[in-house]
């Protein structure tokens, strides 16, 4: 059984609920791949269920479009387009730019203490090529800037993009070679969070996104 579908049944929640977490986390964390096929028997063999939670799974996942469903031929996992990269992150540029000023005026001594932490863990997981660790902490440096904002409305618009956020993420990651930009930005980033600057942090996190933007399109076109 692949480790990804494992599911947990020591829990009170809903089977269904249980399956459709567990495909819907491997689809945002790139353990199933855009294009790939999605068979409800083939599942539901791998995660020891029937083939009606699988199939509830599926239609969810239609709903919040990170499935596709071609007919005659079954449900696919949705691609990565272009245009869908550039719509995200142009609202997560905005939101990610508002979230950086705000922190370089409101983070307290222990969010600045956090962001610095992340900083030096990032650079170990670049030194160590380790890809997982790069997410994780890429992902963990971005929300403690959101929270650095104290801004709870910002906080939630910029937590609806998260799922469609970390699928690009991932993407990026994967196939990145070098992320000494990255570790620049982010060193940047702090920096200006620390002198309170919130017009220069919300230049970096905007040109931050776009560095992002540039990559993940570069890479889709290429496929």
Known sequence: MDNFLKIDMDT???????????????????????????????????????????????????????????????????GLSSEDVKEVLEIRAVLEGLAASLAAKNASAADIEQLQEIVEKFKVAAEEKDVVRLINFDSDFHDVMYRASKNKKLIQLISALREQVQRFRVAYFTKIRSTQTLIEEHNDLVSSIVNNEPDRARAIAEKHISTTEKLITSIEEKR
């Open 12 to 78: 009170y929640k809903p089977l269904r609920e249980i399956v459709f977490t567990t495909m819907r986390e491997a689809i945002i964390n790139g353990d199933f791949k855009p294009g790939q096929r999605l068979m409800e028997v083939q599942l539901a063999e791998q995660m020891g269920v029937s083939r009606t939670p699988v199939r509830e799974a599926i239609r969810k996942l239609e709903l919040e479009g990170l499935v596709v469903m071609v007919p005659r031929k079954g449900a696919y996992v949705a």
